[in-house]
Nanobody
Framework: QVQVVESGGGEVQPGGSLRLSCTASGSIVGLYGMGWYRQAPGRQRELVAVSFSGGNSNYADSVKGRFTISRDNSKNTVYLQMNSLKPEDTALYSC??????????????WGQGTQVTVSS
């Protein structure tokens, strides 16, 4: 019913930049929070950034000042601009969307994930 598709991952050198995109589509009555988690091997999953439908956003302390989340509500799309990337940012980045599909049902939907590798 709802598809979440990410794009934009890849490999970059330390100090470089990448921009991730995530689009939700399907039976969407309401779209609330959209954002990104990441998980590296041997580490816990971490909430990187989230954009709320009211316009606010939150960031993990580890990415504040380097990452910026933005949102285009007309396209049901959220973007994550990642600057000054560090090797410790290497992880699988997964997008989620908090979606209402019927007046009585609301749930989180997930993309497949996109790999970000920061290496020299």
């Amino acid at each position: 019913q709802v598809q979440v598709v990410e794009s934009g991952g890849g490999e970059v050198q330390p100090g470089g930049s990448l921009r991730l995109s995530c689009t939700a589509s399907g039976s969407i009555v309401g779209l609330y929070g959209m954002g990104w988690y990441r998980q590296a091997p041997g580490r816990q999953r971490e909430l990187v950034a989230v954009s709320f439908s009211g316009g606010n956003s939150n960031y993990a302390d580890s990415v504040k000042g380097r990452f910026t989340i933005s949102r285009d509500n007309s396209k049901n799309t959220v973007y994550l601009q990642m600057n000054s990337l560090k090797p410790e940012d290497t992880a699988l980045y997964s997008c989620f969307a908090d979606v209402q599909t019927t007046p009585m049902y609301r749930d989180d939907y997930w993309g497949q994930g996109t790999q970000v590798t920061v290496s020299s």
